[in-house]
């Protein structure tokens, strides 16, 4: 455990695909701030695309995937959780302490 | 790591040769192989499938088939660290035509490595990568 040093943690989420590049990549940045606002550092991102759902959501077919990496305390979760909670383009997401 | 994957259970002593050859032409088990062909029919067969998998358990029986049937084969190369939720290819080969997660009487995978992909599955599910159901897949592959 690094306790309150920071935990490796992996994030990925879903956004309609309506949303044009301009939209992801400045929720992708709002995602960031929230997660440095936390203290959270060395953020990785993977931008999957748009792929298609194995299921239709909110009837929509497709989505956008995108993949953080990053390093956070703890405390810091529940304020990443809330703001992906609270957006109406995220469709699913996933935040997940990956613990080595 | 090999693509075939053979989703019938051995039917050699039991069942008229015609409905050998019927289930013999399905596709393999793997999500993308979801044709909008499997309707209703197959339903009932599939059930009658697990009833005759109940019937081989004995030893003996267990041998001879091996290297033939899936039972054996369907997880032994996984690696613990490759199960993970992005991994869609690996997880659903442990899913069958209809979505559903292969017990472990099927895959013969270990406990631990059986409780890993089951979560996993979950979580690739929740994110819409892999689905809870066969149906919602056709529902995605009509629309497009």
């Known amino acids: 455990m690094d306790g309150a040093m920071g935990r490796q943690y992996e994030l990925v989420y879903v956004l309609q695909p309506q949303l044009d590049e301009n939209g992801i990549n400045s929720f992708d940045g709002r995602v960031r701030d929230v997660i440095t606002a936390q203290g959270g550092s060395d953020i990785a991102t993977e931008i999957w695309g748009k792929r298609t759902l194995a299921y239709p959501i909110n009837r929509f077919f497709e989505g956008v995937y995108i993949l953080h990496r990053f390093q956070m305390p703890p405390a810091g979760a529940d304020e990443v959780d809330r703001t992906l909670r609270f957006s109406e383009d995220v469709m699913r997401y996933l935040l997940m302490r990956k613990d080595d | ?144």
Do not use: W
């Open chain 2, 1 to 144: 790591m090999s693509e075939q994957i053979n989703p019938t259970p051995e039917l050699d002593e039991s069942g008229p040769a015609a409905e050998v050859t019927q289930i013999s032409a399905k596709p393999p088990v793997y999500i993308e192989d979801l044709t909008d062909s499997d309707e209703v029919e197959d339903e009932s067969y599939e059930d009658e499938r697990e009833d005759e998998e109940e019937g081989f358990r004995a030893p003996e029986q267990y041998v001879e088939r091996e290297g033939s049937g899936r039972p054996r084969r369907i997880g032994s190369d996984v690696r613990y660290d490759d199960i993970d939720y992005k991994n869609i290819g690996l997880l659903s080969r442990f899913l069958d035509r209809r979505g559903r997660i292969l017990s472990r009487r099927k895959t013969r995978v270990s406990a631990k490595v059986q409780r890993k992909i089951v979560r996993e599955i979950k979580r690739a599910r929740h994110l819409a990568l892999l689905p809870y159901t066969a149906d919602q897949t056709r529902i995605v592959r009509k629309r497009r």
